[in-house]
T-cell receptor
Framework: DADVTQTPRNRITKTGKRIMLECSQTKGHDRMYWYRQDPGLGLRLIYYSFDVKDINKGEISDGYSVSRQAQAKFSLSLESAIPNQTALYFC????????????FGSGTRLTVV | GQQLNQSPQSMFIQEGEDVSMNCTSSSIFNTWLWYKQDPGEGPVLLIALYKAGELTSNGRLTAQFGITRKDSFLNISASIPSDVGIYFCAGELIQGAQKLVFGQGTRLTINP
């Protein structure tokens, strides 16, 4: 099984619909992140959480919300999806201390029509 | 907004050629990392650099943390077909914050 699992892998949804992307990890890491990838723009941080009671906005949080249900689970919600939220979304984890290498999930490809 | 400038954005090379890509910034970074993304997958860490001037190798890959702390490069020697993918640089602005900023990516295509 993958260390960081994202569901669903692919999703097509209509404008205005609410959608939730889920992420779970078996790494035992405290820190979890949601990134968005767009061609030519790299990875941009949406939200991050350093522990269950900690939620922080990233550089592009507008239109998104998150929930850290447990140390191992971090979900991203689009309350009312719009077409420019069509992108590849990645969840990542990192340890509280030690090396700086994030572990990424395999991504969720979201299309808003 | 984007604080890392990665170049080139794409490269088309012949198998066996060497590859060089770099990232620059107007800000000072305390950590530089290089990731590779295969199609349909998330990025995977290749090399991590923690000190200015540090030169680190991982097989055919070599990366350096610039002396000014504002840049880093990644070299791939003797490219092979499995090197195809998107390469990202990433940096940490404030030490210990563990919040990375990513470059725009370099898409590498190899002609056999």
């Amino acid at each position: 099984d993958a260390d960081v699992t994202q569901t669903p892998r692919n999703r097509i949804t209509k404008t205005g619909k609410r959608i939730m992307l889920e992420c779970s990890q078996t790494k035992g890491h405290d820190r979890m992140y949601w990134y968005r990838q767009d061609p030519g723009l790299g990875l941009r941080l949406i939200y991050y959480s350093f522990d269950v009671k900690d939620i922080n906005k990233g550089e592009i949080s507008d239109g998104y919300s998150v929930s850290r249900q447990a140390q191992a689970k971090f979900s991203l919600s689009l309350e009312s999806a719009i077409p420019n939220q069509t992108a590849l979304y990645f969840c990542a984890t990192s340890a509280l201390t030690g090396d700086y290498g994030y572990t990424f999930g395999s991504g969720t490809r979201l299309t808003v029509v | 907004g984007q604080q890392l400038n990665q170049s080139p954005q794409s490269m088309f090379i012949q198998e066996g050629e060497d590859v060089s890509m770099n990232c620059t910034s107007s800000s000072i970074f305390n950590t530089w990392l290089w990731y590779k993304q295969d199609p349909g997958e998330g990025p995977v860490l290749l090399i991590a650099l923690y000190k200015a001037g540090e030169l680190t190798s991982n097989g055919r890959l070599t990366a350096q943390f610039g002396i000014t702390r504002k840049d880093s490069f990644l070299n791939i020697s003797a490219s092979i077909p499995s090197d195809v993918g998107i390469y990202f640089c990433a940096g940490e602005l404030i030490q210990g914050a563990q919040k990375l900023v990513f470059g725009q990516g370099t898409r590498l295509t190899i002609n056999p």
